[in-house]
């Protein structure tokens, strides 16, 4: 209040002044992507020499475990939801608004796909503007249950890798925190693995862990985005059932 206060010439002055401040932000994040290939290097070989090539090769049981989670959690649970509280069938809303998924895949971004699921829940299938103008964006933000169940996968593998066992406070203290944790995550390409510090340290568990799975992060980020974003949809969509039905 005390800002919009000020005489224009100031405002722009601080607008200008944070403006300048995101662009040096993401200059320095564009650093860092660049070198990041050297540091997961050196992480992976640093393991490699410690532990040999074993958990390299336990990479394939861990992709299998968070695919057929998320796989999971997307037909069965997301599906079950929907039809519980709306009484339409899963496959045929899917189909409506197929594009949102299918680009979240491709962007691993929830906020580069909401223009378009706006779109698709609007014109496709017929969800009220005044409900997808608000759930959307707010679940674009908040609704995190693909990067959540991933890192809960991601701190046992972690775990599993350097033989830290687990009692079962700790496994609940990770459900808890990588919930949270989900909620607090940004919007864009591998936000989850900077939530994931807070989920490893919540338990004690090594840092460098992060390194192991970044070789498969990517394609990992894009399913589980495409889950954030069909949970999206079907949130909206039962938000509005239920807004038509009172």
């Not at 491709?106 to 580069?112: E, F, G, L, M, V």
């Not at 399913?223 to 009172?246: E, Y």
């Amino acid at each position: 209040m005390a800002t919009l206060s000020l005489k224009e010439a100031y405002q722009q002055r601080l607008f200008s002044f944070f403006e300048a401040l995101n662009e040096a932000l993401i200059t320095l994040i564009r650093w860092i992507i660049r070198i990041t290939p050297l540091g997961v290097f050196a992480i992976v070989s640093n393991i490699v020499a410690k532990k040999g090539l074993e958990p390299i090769f336990e990479l394939s049981s861990y992709v299998i475990t968070v695919v057929s989670a998320l796989a999971f959690h997307a037909i069965c649970t997301l599906s079950l939801l929907l039809f519980v509280f709306t009484r339409e069938k899963p496959w045929r809303y899917f189909l409506k608004v197929r594009e949102a998924p299918l680009l979240a895949f491709s962007t691993a971004s929830s906020s580069a796909t909401l223009p378009v699921s706006l779109e698709v829940a609007e014109e496709k299938a017929k969800i009220p503007r005044k409900v997808t103008g608000f759930v959307l964006p707010l679940g674009a933000t908040v609704n995190m249950d693909g990067t959540a169940l991933y890192e809960a996968v991601a701190a046992m593998f972690i775990a599993n890798i350097y033989q830290v066992s687990l009692s079962l406070a700790d496994q609940i203290i990770i459900f808890l925190t990588a919930t949270l944790a989900s909620i607090g995550a940004a919007a864009i390409p591998s936000a989850g693995l900077v939530t994931m510090t807070l989920v490893l340290q919540a338990v004690g568990l090594p840092l460098e862990g992060i390194g192991l799975i970044l070789a498969v992060d990517r394609f990992l980020d894009m399913l589980r985005t495409s889950v954030n974003v069909w949970g999206d949809l079907v949130g909206c969509k039962i938000i509005s059932h239920l807004l038509n039905k009172n």
